[in-house]
T-cell receptor
């Protein structure tokens, strides 16, 4: 199994630009999570999908952030417009059971 | 309240020694606990988990201990190896009808060869 796939691995963009992060979960997993990791705040859950439906988006910081899961094998996290404080590593994770989550390699986002 | 990771605690251990990484959790309603390992430049990786009806669980070279009375969790790594150098996170699953997991701030383990 290829594991959770994220793209791009690195993204550098200017403030105000739209950023789209992509995730392909492990085949057969029914839950998908987007996390943000920074030195200041650690690992934060942004949004959780179950069977492609957003269940908890309370961690989404602002309306500038949106996430979609059009099908079981693909999800996007979009930031529009991006700001320097959005700079972080964004992880996607998927799971089948109510416990073990498998994380992707992350996307390192830098907003200048 | 939620802690902010301004400083990552660091544990330095000699290769071959045993490591003990501690974690305190706050929610008495948490019923499932997980340890993750995150190596530099990679995503967190599941190590071992334990449910609240247990106080000890063993894996390969790792043991997790749970003390619900004082809300304390620990991860013991036997015969620590250089490859164990990483940041270790404890996480708790708070009862809420779905799989939300809250991560701690992490502890950095440095293995001295």
């Amino acid at each position: 199994d290829a594991g959770v796939i994220q793209s791009p691995r690195h993204e550098v963009t200017e403030m105000g630009q739209e950023v789209t992060l992509r995730c392909k979960p492990i085949s057969g997993h029914n839950s998908l999570f987007w996390y943000r990791q920074t030195m200041m705040r650690g690992l934060e859950l942004l949004i959780y999908f179950n069977n492609n439906v957003p269940i908890d988006d309370s961690g989404m910081p602002e309306d500038r952030f949106s996430a979609k899961m059009p099908n079981a094998s693909f999800s996007t996290l979009k930031i529009q417009p991006s700001e320097p404080r959005d700079s972080a590593v964004y992880f996607c994770a998927s799971s089948l059971k109510t416990d073990e989550q498998y994380f992707g390699p992350g996307t390192r986002l830098t907003v200048t | 309240g939620e802690s902010v990771g301004l400083h990552l605690p660091t544990l330095s251990v000699q290769e071959g020694d045993n490591s003990i990484i501690n974690c305190a959790y706050s929610n008495s309603a948490s019923d499932y606990f997980i340890w993750y390992k995150q190596e530099s430049g990679k995503g967190p990786q599941f190590i071992i988990d334990i449910r609240s009806n247990m106080d000890k669980r063993q894996g390969q070279r790792v043991t997790v201990l749970l003390n619900k009375t004082v809300k304390h969790l620990s991860l013991q790594i036997a015969a620590t190896q250089p490859g164990d150098s990483a940041v270790y996170f404890c996480a708790e699953n708070r009862a809420g009808g779905y799989q939300k997991v809250t991560f701690g701030t992490g502890t950095k383990l440095q293995v001295i060869p």
